[in-house]
T-cell receptor, first 116, second 109 residues
Framework: GAVVSQHPSWVICKSGTSVKIECRSLDFQATTMFWYRQFPKQSLMLMATSNEGSKATYEQGVEKDKFLINHASLTLSTLTVTSAHPEDSSFYIC????????????FGQGTRLTVV | GQNIDQPTEMTATEGAIVQINCTYQTSGFNGLFWYQQHAGEAPTFLSYNVLDGLEEKGRFSSFLSRSKGYSYLLLKELQMKDSASYLCAVKDSNYQLIWGAGTKLIIKP
């Protein structure tokens, strides 16, 4: 199957700093990528849809100025958590699919963010 | 609103069979997915149903009834490594995945 690579796998940062997470589709082009957040024992929650060459679409309740998304190429999307706080500590996962109607979505490995 | 329901937790015995149910109410339907997620890892794809009926893939099978808004994942010959969360997800009319909360499956020897 297709491969999506996410980096870093885990990161610990100080409160108030920013953290960038990268999501790459290694063997296909992805015009759309999705960013999810998952708190312990909870379901995946869609944060935003990243569109190549245009602005991301954010879900209700997600602050676009805090979670900056850049989808500069067909194989790379980045999520930057700005001015991180302990409540932002979570598991962040990206996914992509080669085409809108393609059956399955492929996930990155996920990034465990801990803000201290 | 859109809603996907599945049991929070199930327990089964190694070597046995378990069925995990999923009911959904979404705006449009473009397929139903089952994913497996081990703790601290990303979900991995298990199955996809878009037409009614049973899809079999090795020890795992998935069933769909669109008229009832219902699916189940059937796991046979359970192994300890099958202990994980199983996520049901539906693609809505915008091809966006709507996720269930997941069912934590505990396998006992």
């Amino acid at each position: 199957g297709a491969v999506v690579s996410q980096h870093p796998s885990w990161v610990i940062c100080k409160s108030g700093t920013s953290v960038k997470i990268e999501c790459r589709s290694l063997d296909f082009q992805a015009t759309t990528m999705f960013w999810y957040r998952q708190f312990p024992k909870q379901s995946l929650m869609l944060m935003a849809t990243s569109n190549e060459g245009s602005k991301a679409t954010y879900e209700q309740g997600v602050e676009k100025d805090k979670f900056l998304i850049n989808h500069a190429s067909l194989t790379l999307s980045t999520l930057t958590v700005t001015s991180a706080h302990p409540e932002d500590s979570s598991f962040y996962i990206c996914s992509a699919a080669p085409g809108q109607g393609h059956t399955e979505a492929f996930f990155g490995q996920g990034t465990r963010l801990t803000v201290v | 609103g859109q809603n996907i329901d599945q049991p929070t937790e199930m327990t089964a015995t190694e070597g046995a069979i378990v069925q995990i149910n999923c009911t959904y109410q979404t705006s449009g339907f473009n397929g139903l997915f089952w994913y497996q997620q081990h703790a601290g890892e990303a979900p991995t794809f298990l199955s996809y149903n878009v037409l009614d009926g049973l899809e079999e893939k090795g020890r795992f099978s998935s069933f769909l009834s669109r008229s009832k808004g219902y699916s189940y994942l059937l796991l046979k010959e359970l192994q300890m490594k099958d202990s994980a969360s199983y996520l049901c997800a539906v693609k809505d009319s915008n091809y966006q995945l709507i996720w269930g909360a997941g069912t934590k499956l505990i396998i006992k020897p």
